[in-house]
């Protein structure tokens, strides 16, 4: 079994930055952050490879937001830059077993999912 709790939201100004966390147990694999707007579907943010030596974004975020991981700490980040009204949503660690296709960002694909932590940058 994996388990994931993510950490590090918060309310910044548009403009700002933010970096969060997620602490992981178990075998994670492949790895991602997703996020979710109230009424809105839940959409993937970035993935990144077993070893984090890949990774991929959702156009909307891409040049802004980085994606990185700690192994040897079982932590994943997700660094975000330069940020928008528009990113203000709950962010979600997500984690499959799979080796293979670790560019996708769809739900459907991952397993394993944390609680989530709430980012907000008002107008």
């Known amino acids: 079994q994996v388990q994931l709790q993510e950490s590090g939201g918060g309310s910044v100004q548009s403009g700002g930055s933010l970096k969060l966390s997620c602490a992981a147990s178990g075998d994670t694999r492949c790895m991602a952050w997703f996020r979710q707007a109230p009424g809105k579907e839940r959409e993937g943010v970035a993935a990144?490879?077993?070893?984090?030596?890949?990774?991929n974004y959702a156009d909307s975020v891409m040049g802004r937001f980085t994606i990185s991981r700690d192994n040897a700490k079982r932590t994943l980040y997700l660094q975000l830059n330069t940020l928008k009204p528009e990113d203000t949503a709950m962010y979600y660690c997500?984690?499959?077993?799979?080796?293979?296709?670790?560019?996708?960002?769809?739900?459907?694909?991952?397993?394993?999912w944390g609680q989530g932590t709430q980012v907000t940058s008002p107008h």
């Open positions: 997500a984690a499959r077993w799979p080796t293979s296709g670790f560019q996708r960002l769809d739900v459907s694909a991952f397993n394993f």
């Open positions: 990144i490879s077993p070893a984090g030596a890949s990774t």
